[in-house]
């Protein structure tokens, strides 16, 4: 069982954290997670049940990890990532069990705000700008830009989503705005602005 009465996050006495990790106040870490030693974890995340956070991964704040996910070494994710369940990441390109490629990860950066769908799959070195919404079962195979919408295998751009996870649809101005958070976007030379 984990001690926890020093700490200021919350892990259940399944998990394994190993020493030198770093976890931030008010995180919660679930059922079977295993977080390596050289792991950082932001504040307020929480992450569900049978998750393994890898050294050198680096989770910002308020990240929400859904249960079933492995995050290797060379992944980055920024505040307020949304990881869906059963999602995957890779770190090589062309694994083989015969071969170490372990100095061969690429590296793999998940913006502010953006959610990853279910059962996802990002292959590695591409990186996933902020805000975009990545729909599920998707395999990603190249870089997906802020605010873009993207599904199918392999995944393919099919609009824009606002920051709140609404589609956004833009007019013969290159205007939109978003149905929930009523916010404006443009749309010029195939990049999403918000309009303050």
């Not at 006495?13 to 974890?41: L, Q, R, Y």
């Not at 992450?47 to 996910?69: E, I, M």
């Not at 920024?78 to 990881?83: G, M, S, T």
Request: contains cysteine; proline residues 3%.
């Amino acid at each position: 069982m984990i001690d926890t009465s020093n700490n200021s996050y919350f892990a259940h006495e399944s998990a394994v954290i190993d020493n030198g990790a770093e976890i931030g106040d008010g995180t919660k870490i679930w059922h079977f997670c295993h977080i390596m030693p050289k792991a950082k974890i932001g504040a307020d995340c929480n992450l569900g049940q049978n998750v393994f956070v890898a050294n050198d991964v680096v989770l910002g704040n308020n990240v929400k990890v859904q249960n079933n996910v492995s995050i290797y070494s060379g992944v980055t994710c920024e505040d307020d990532v949304f990881l869906g369940p059963s999602m995957v990441f890779t770190n090589v390109i062309n694994p083989r069990s015969a071969i170490n490629r372990r100095g061969s990860y690429l590296k793999t950066s998940i913006k502010k705000g953006a959610s990853i769908g279910a059962n996802t799959t990002i292959v590695c070195g591409n990186d996933i700008g902020q805000y975009a919404f990545i729909g599920a079962g998707a395999v990603v195979t190249k870089h997906v830009p802020d605010y873009a919408l993207v599904v199918g295998n392999p995944a393919k751009q099919i609009g824009w989503m606002s920051e709140n996870g609404q589609r956004l649809a833009f007019d013969e101005t290159g205007s939109a705005t978003c149905p929930e958070s009523g916010k404006k976007y443009v749309l010029k030379n195939s990049k999403v602005i918000e309009i303050f």
